[in-house]
Nanobody, 116 residues
Framework: QVQLVESGGGSVQPGGSLNLSCVAS????????MAWYRQAPGQQRELVAS????????NYADSVKGRFTISGDNTKNMVYLQMNSLKPEDTAVYYC?????????WGQGTQVTVSS
């Protein structure tokens, strides 16, 4: 079993920044790839960014490229999402995700609200 706990959400004005954190714990052996997803009201959950188990490869949704940065700390099984130049359309619940031994694990989610 793997447990994921996110933190760092909140409310911010357009153009502002937030930094999300997620820590993975449990029966984890070795490094793990991790990702951030988000789900806005009435919409499907979508991939925001992912990072490989080595940290050398990252992937971003087109809508966040150049504004968001995903990073990780393999020694602590943590992943971060630095979000800059936030827009109202970034408003959503953000979820941390990892796929470990063929099973998907999700955090409880953290709300990000961008509004003036």
């Amino acid at each position: 079993q793997v447990q994921l706990v996110e933190s760092g959400g909140g409310s911010v004005q357009p153009g502002g920044s937030l930094n999300l954190s997620c820590v993975a714990s449990g029966s984890i052996s070795g490094r793990i790839a991790m990702a951030w997803y988000r789900q806005a009201p009435g919409q499907q959950r979508e991939l925001v960014a992912s990072i490989s188990s080595t940290g050398r490869s990252t992937n971003y949704a087109d809508s966040v490229k150049g504004r968001f940065t995903i990073s990780g700390d393999n020694t602590k099984n943590m992943v971060y999402l630095q979000m800059n130049s936030l827009k109202p359309e970034d408003t959503a619940v953000y979820y941390c995700n990892t796929r470990y031994r063929l099973a998907d694990y999700w955090g409880q989610g953290t709300q990000v609200t961008v509004s003036s």
